[in-house]
């Protein structure tokens, strides 16, 4: 039985601190330390020049390795390139490199790796039954569990995974698209729909995204991310990530960063675009990797540090190199020793401070001063110290927090330690999203402002939901005109006059655009011009369409809205979308008779597009809540007094056993298993044509 040695609040330079030691925290300490500050010393194998006061050492001199992180024990856990499992490296000599590896669990090839106690979660290729791309769930001694099924492989990512403030899982995916959408809720960043800006929204799901987990389903928390590798998150719960576009991005609830494929970007000049905490003109190339410090082995400059890795190699902090290395770094994190870990060539690597530069730190020991707070092994440490105090955790913690005297981050702290750990409800200050901007201004005062980016951007979010009023209109093609368009110099608008234009029409509109088509020499522009000349409905003569059409048939799959590389045809379309479910009935009807049921293709339609609409209750599926966290949805396959057997949408084929002890609620679903949005993005024809597959019961077939 654990034993607390030592309970007392200290004053600290007037700041109050709870301080709290266990004899396990000290012997895990002891631990740490002896990993790697007092161990042996041994010179770096020249794969990075040290900077002065510290050293560089080899940790696991392992060729190929694509990731690591460290487990709840402080451990690292690697996987290699080209579908490497998770393994454990220990260091059974005491020599401060690992000797010894261990494979955590074949069920599961990792792109990312994260650790909730002893379980792992990893996104990742499962190495059964064919494998699905997904978010998988491996507690210790059991199979993996497919969390999420991504649409999908995963092709190596880039994917991360780290814990928020709120302890919940954070997942940073380059493809928003890959994530089903019954498990994502959008909600909190803004829709494009429109003429001119369908295209941008359809893009939008295709980009890189940071999201939540937490046991239900996804929150997207920001979009607009062009192949961003890492995220870095930091005691107060900022969030920090860089990508190809050469931005560093603080990530915020609802953030909408632009990047687009193709060449329907997000203007960034938008008010309601996020803007970046940093950005460096091309051809700079980030690499994408960074880390916080909060340890305190380093010196107190580096308190609050973020690294970065350099492309091409190195490490710098701020915008000074900090340390050279012969190749990229893919992967840093500080570890429970107060190193700092990275992967480059030649493996696993640290830097510690060197001998004799300054006195290793002992561990912090204050719970609002935790090192790391936000890892797996410190996050594992605080636990444990409030499963040993009971109560008295959280009544300690409200009087730091309730203090006057501490410094404002240990009050701070101690309410985030208080939200996480479920012993206070969260703060409308720790849940607030952006404030919603400033009322639209009235139509008719648009047209003496088609000089500000601001107006002419709230002209187009009001006519792509509704249209301007034709007088409107009138007056903003006739200010535009004479405003000059197009500019001869300002980039910014002559994009947004090319919008105006094209969003209400008319004979002098398109003569405009086809004017300035004509003469433009910047693809980004030609392509630009022509979306808003498609968006036109009024005012073109047979001559202006024929002019037109040679640019649309150039333009060709670069204008697509739809779908991308999507099937067009019947039985493709049914393989893809719903062969997994209702071929051989395994979680939906056996569709061999959906004539006889559905006597019109539009009632099949609807049934498709709405399928919560009216569930037959032989379909009617359940949700359990387990008491480690976890969401489960399905069908009942099996059920007796010790456990249930669900089926899963996600997975079909390999039902789940939860034992009946582990289950914490149980509901029935008032909606399908199937999600609505099956059809979003296909063309009408393509339709039709899985329309008519299906009713020709050929979907029976195997």
Known sequence: MRRLQLVHLSSMRGAVSLVIVTKRWVLAAAACVALAACGPSRAPRAAADAPPGFAVESVAPIDGLAGFTFDHRGRPVVWRTGGGFATLLTDTSGDGEVDTERVLSRDVRPNAVWFDGPAMYAVGTGARDGGRCGLYRVAEGEHALLLSAFNGACNGGPYDLRRGVDGAALLLTP????????QVDDSALPVYAGPLLDHQDAMAKRTGAVLRWKGAGFTVIARGLHNARRLAVARDGSIFTSDEESRLLRVTPGAEFGWRPGVAALPTYYFDAAKPEREWARPVVLARVMEIYQQDAFPGAYHGARFEAVAGGGIRVGEKQWLRTQSEVTAMEVGPDGALYFLSAGGLWRVRVAAGARPPAGPRRELTRYPQPLSSWSHAALERQ?????????????????????????????????????????????????????????????????????????????AATADAPAEVCEAMTKAVLEAGFPHPQDRHLNFEWARVLGYCGGGDAVDALLGALSSAQDRAWQIHLARSLRAVRRGWSAADRASFAKWEEWLGGALRSKVADAPKDGPAMFAALCAQCHAGAALGPDLADAAARFPGAAQLLEAIREPSKEVAERYAAVAVETKSGDRIEGLVVREDARELVLRRAADPKRPVTVSKRQIDSRATLERSLMPAGLLDGYEDAAVAKLIEFIRAGAASRP
């Open 175 to 182: 493809d928003l698209s890959q994530i089903p959408v019954e």
């Open 386 to 462: 409030k499963e040993l105090l009971g109560q008295s955790w959280a009544e300690q913690l409200e009087a730091v927090a309730a203090d006057a005297r501490p410094v404002e981050a240990d009050r701070a702290e101690a309410v985030r330690l208080l939200e996480r750990f479920g012993s206070r409800r969260r703060s409308p200050a720790a849940a607030r999203v952006p404030a919603p901007h400033a009322a639209p201004p009235e139509w008719d005062t648009l047209p003496a402002r088609v000089r500000e980016l601001d107006a002419l951007r709230w002209f187009g979010i009001r």
